[in-house]
């Protein structure tokens, strides 16, 4: 039994002995699996192990080996020296052709978190391309553009109006003109030319789109005589629009200055009773001078609704004789004021405590007509001629001696 045992330990260490030297061999030689496939034939490697046999046969067991083992030869055109390790290579594929989009090193300030793969579509391995949606065209929605076509609309009405209104407004003042141009051309020597510039053309000169202004000069007993045409602001729609609650009209507004001495020193007025009430909260000599008559109609036969302010009741009625006030029934509609003063200074002025020097005073005639709602001037050619005589009778009428001196105690 001893001996047996010795037997079995020597067979052991023999073992361990020849499997230490077999792996420190292998780790010498580096490219020793390589070795075995250095020839092409294949070669039968008969591998047997012999157990010593000491004694009883049944101690040692025969190891069966397989008789031959057989290497695959390897196949012609595609050689295990192109056959590298995982390590050595990377294979790509369609797969990884966007993987330098997931590399959160590759872009700077990147968030790879927040981006979303790319969507793929199965059928064609392709990137599925998603189309924004966009609104249909402007033209199957128009209400959606209502406010837009509403300033539109509004902005047309506006300039369609400016130069239908401008253009009615010219034709207006050129008709007045044409009309009563032979009138003065009989009366004075220049007509449209005021004289301080050279005028090719004399006649209205345009101010604005409804202010027209004709100047006339050269005869005896005036300065000279400025008539102003006031016409409706039709080329404004705004205007055009309030004027349907506060009803206008076209007018002609006359103003003689009359040569200093040739009238009698007194302040008149008589018009419409509304025009008088705001003309004698306006002007300065009206409303210095004159005071409203009481019942004009019965002391001065005036027309009803027409007012009168007066100064001296005698200059007052030399002034309101027949013929004017056949005129002022006769044309009532058409007559807005009549203003006759030797101490107009226009409107009334503010205080000033550094203004000593009193405002400089004129003698004026002035008036203001209505013109007529139809083109027919003609109808108020009559109140031209009216201002011519009421200029002839301011430079023939004298007051009593009595009353000038009265007027000038006072």
Aim: net charge negative; glycine share 6%; proline share 4%.
């Amino acid at each position: 039994m001893q001996v047996r045992q010795v037997v079995t330990l020597l067979a052991l260490g023999c073992l361990v002995l020849g499997g230490m030297t077999s792996v420190v061999a292998t780790e010498d030689n580096d490219f020793a699996e390589f070795e075995d496939f250095d020839t092409d034939d294949e070669f039968d490697q008969p591998i047997t192990a012999s157990t010593p046999t000491i004694g009883d046969s049944k101690s040692a067991q025969p190891v069966e080996t397989p008789e031959k083992q057989k290497i695959a030869e390897p196949v012609i055109g595609k050689s295990d020296d192109f056959k590298t390790d995982d390590d050595d290579g990377i294979v790509e594929d369609d797969d990884n052709e966007f993987e330098h989009f997931q590399d959160e090193e590759e872009f700077e300030g990147f968030d790879a978190g927040d981006n979303k793969d790319i969507p793929i579509d199965q059928k064609t391995s392709e990137p599925k391309l998603t189309v924004a949606k966009i609104p249909m065209h402007f033209r199957t929605h128009w209400d959606s553009y209502w406010m837009e076509m509403l300033m539109l609309a509004g902005l047309l009405a506006y300039f369609s109006n400016f130069f239908a209104g401008k253009t009615k407004n010219a034709r207006l003042a050129q008709l007045w003109f044409n009309t009563h141009k032979g009138l003065l051309d009989d009366n004075f020597v220049l007509v449209g030319d005021d004289g301080k510039q050279e005028n090719e053309n004399p006649g209205l000169m345009k101010e604005s789109e409804s202010l027209y202004t004709l100047w006339c000069s050269g005869r005896t007993c005036c300065e000279g005589m400025l008539v102003e045409l006031k016409m409706i602001k039709r080329q404004d729609l705004v205007a055009l629009i309030s004027g349907l609650i506060r009803p206008q009209q076209d007018q002609v507004h006359i103003k003689v200055e009359m040569t200093r001495g040739v009238m009698d020193s007194f302040v008149f007025c008589v018009g419409s009773r509304k025009t008088i009430t705001k003309v004698f909260k306006e002007y300065a000599d009206l409303n210095k001078y004159c005071s409203l008559v009481s019942k004009p109609e019965d002391r001065y036969k005036v027309p009803a609704g027409f007012s009168v302010l007066s100064e001296i009741p005698e200059a007052t009625s030399a002034m309101l004789e027949a013929r004017i006030i056949t005129a002022l029934n006769k044309y009532q509609r058409y007559i807005d004021y009549i203003h006759i003063s030797d101490q107009f200074s226009g409107p009334i002025q503010q205080e000033d405590a550094n203004n000593l020097k009193q405002p400089e005073t004129k003698c004026m005639l002035m008036a203001g007509f209505n013109m007529p709602k139809s083109v027919d001037m003609e109808a108020i050619k009559p109140l031209l001629i009216l201002i011519f005589y009421l200029m002839e009778r301011l430079k023939v009428y004298r007051m009593s001696k009595e009353v000038k001196y009265n007027n000038n105690l006072l």
